[in-house]
């Protein structure tokens, strides 16, 4: 039986694979392995003799050393946004006051936020109370009352 010959196209064609699982599957990982499988068939484009042994060893190395490369030097080189929340909605509004369109009764109610309405937890309060949001636990706003009613409560 004749010996598998490990052509360098092969590898790059690998590459091309573990890129296309990147796509699917992101988190900079499958990235690396495709960089180093690219670098394996360079290597062995100039040295076509190279055996399939030394071939997976190159391959092993280069991974773990992308790999450490990218965690070490380049996470560290993000930079900071200037809008840290952007994605995190719920935590934009902590520390905010909101007046109560429905009263907390049994521990819950609602406020109005922008233009949303959230459930919120906390002491009872009457309708038009001004609430403080203090945390956010998914989609519930956990309030306490500041003392203070809305001037539209007032007014009435």
């Known amino acids: 039986m004749a010996e598998f010959e490990m052509v360098f196209w092969y ?5 091309v ?22 670098a ?13 042994e030394i071939q997976l060893l190159l391959f092993s190395i280069l991974s773990i050393l992308s790999i450490f490369l990218w965690r070490r030097y380049g996470i560290q080189q993000q930079t900071e946004t200037d809008h840290p929340l952007l994605n995190k909605r719920g935590a934009q509004y902590v ?10 009764e049994n521990g819950r109610g609602k406020v109005k936020a922008d233009d949303s309405i959230w459930r919120v937890t906390g002491e009872d309060c009457p309708i ?13 706003f956990e309030v ?11 007014t009435s």
């Not at 796509?23 to 495709?34: D, K, R, Y």
């Open 11 to 15: 590898w790059w064609v690998l590459a």
């Open 17 to 38: 694979f573990l890129l296309g699982i990147e796509i699917l599957a992101p988190g900079f990982f499958f990235l690396w392995l495709s960089i180093a499988s690219v």
């Open 40 to 52: 394996v068939g360079a290597i062995l484009f100039l040295a076509p003799s190279t055996s399939l």
């Open 95 to 104: 520390g905010r006051t909101f007046s109560l369109i429905e009263a907390i």
């Open 128 to 140: 038009g109370t001004q609430v403080e949001v203090t945390a956010v636990n998914g989609t519930l």
């Open 144 to 154: 306490k009352a500041t003392g203070k009613k809305s001037e539209e409560e007032d």
